[in-house]
């Protein structure tokens, strides 16, 4: 073991890990073994926030491949539902009942449709929420291409 390994295995000790945001002893925002994430007190780099999207993409390509329907979309289309997963989170994406249904009718029209309008006929609350990324997923799945904004 070297000095470095030493050294880890020594902070991960005093540290301890929590994997979840919670405040130190001196009320700071800290995360892992003792991370802090405050603004003002450095916040995360890029490349951590760059490896925290990659591991979310990763879990949510696997929530996603639980659709039987998933895997027979196109890479765009696959994005999409991804995209909204990452977004709302399983539970949430799972109460889009009649865009499911349209997805796995290869419906994509319909899908798009779903994906902004509400039960009332107007638009979705996800839609209102997240505003122009709604409508650039929605055409997306429509289209079955990329966008760009």
Same mark, same amino acid.
């Given at each position: ?92 994406? =799972? ?14 029209? %319909?899908? &798009? #449709? @779903? /994906?902004? !309008?509400?039960? =009332? ?14 409508? %650039?997923? &929605? #055409? @997306? /799945?429509? !289209? ?6």
């Amino acid at each position: 073991m070297d000095e470095t390994d030493k050294l880890i295995k020594q902070l991960k000790r005093h540290e301890g890990c929590v994997l979840h945001e919670y405040k130190d002893h001196l009320g700071y925002s800290t995360i892992g073994y003792g991370r802090l994430i405050e603004a003002e007190k450095g916040g995360i780099s890029e490349a951590e926030a760059e490896y925290l999207l990659l591991n979310d993409v990763s879990k949510f390509i696997k929530e996603a491949s639980q659709f039987e329907w998933f895997e027979g979309l196109n890479e765009p289309r696959k994005a999409v539902i991804v995209n909204m997963l990452f977004n709302l989170g399983l539970y949430n994406f =799972n109460k889009f009942l009649k865009f499911k249904q349209a997805v796995a009718s290869r419906d994509f029209e %319909e899908a &798009a #449709k @779903q /994906m902004v !309008t509400g039960s =009332n006929g107007g638009k979705s609350l996800w839609a209102k929420q997240v505003k122009g990324r709604a409508y %650039e997923l &929605a #055409k @997306q /799945m429509e !289209t079955g291409k990329w966008q760009q904004s």
